[in-house]
């Protein structure tokens, strides 16, 4: 699988039929669709992306700034409830499970996001006793194998709550394999 921006791992997350928060990907221009995602999605905030390379800009907006904010994009972008809504997270960050080999960055700190979780850094192995000490990551670790996510930079969020789009501990926001 190869996963070459945030359209592709958007595409990817819906295929494989993983738990993610509710998503569209919207021109700036198109109000009537920013409005019944708005509409059906009912949080206190959500998040826009641009789409088109990685590490694009993003923006945290409530309901009644999102129109403004769309006005920062030229072309499409992500409009996406924002994993903030869900309340407080037992961890975030990005891991690759390859093999018996784990690389994971993340955070326990409910002020981070995927930028800047860099609290925990392991590379090492999955018979390492400090991975399985960490709060949240047997259900991440679990969800990976049960989703055939090998060999691949997962972006995660893990609740004590079932959240998103399948109601699951787990939620996954993106996927990346070429950048």
């Given at each position: 699988m190869k996963i070459l921006n945030k359209t592709?791992?958007?595409?990817?997350?819906?295929?494989?039929?993983?738990?993610?928060?509710?998503?569209?990907?919207?021109?700036?221009?198109?109000?009537?669709?920013?409005?019944?995602?708005?509409?059906?999605?009912?949080?206190?905030?959500?998040?826009l992306r641009d789409t088109s390379q990685p590490l694009g800009q993003y923006f945290y907006a409530s309901k009644d700034e999102i129109k403004e904010i769309a006005k920062n994009f030229t072309s499409n972008f992500s409009l996406a409830v924002s994993f903030y809504s869900y309340g407080k997270f037992l961890l975030i960050g990005d891991i690759m499970i390859s093999g018996d080999r784990v690389e994971l960055t993340a955070s326990t700190n409910n002020n981070s996001n995927?930028?800047?979780?860099?609290?925990?850094?392991?590379?090492?192995?999955?018979?390492?006793?400090?991975?399985w000490k960490i709060k949240g990551f047997s259900e991440l670790a679990k969800y990976i194998a049960d989703k055939n996510l090998m060999d691949i930079i997962v972006e995660f969020v893990v609740f004590d709550k079932?959240?998103?789009?399948?109601?699951?501990k787990v939620l996954i926001t993106e996927l990346r394999t070429e950048y």
């Open positions: 592709d791992s958007l595409n990817q997350i819906r295929k494989l039929g993983l738990n993610t928060v509710p998503e569209i990907v919207v021109s700036p221009s198109n109000l009537n669709k920013i409005d019944e995602f708005v509409k059906k999605y009912p949080v206190s905030q959500y998040v995927h930028r800047n979780a860099d609290e925990i850094s392991i590379y090492s192995n999955l018979y390492d006793d400090e991975l079932k959240v998103g789009t399948k109601k699951e």
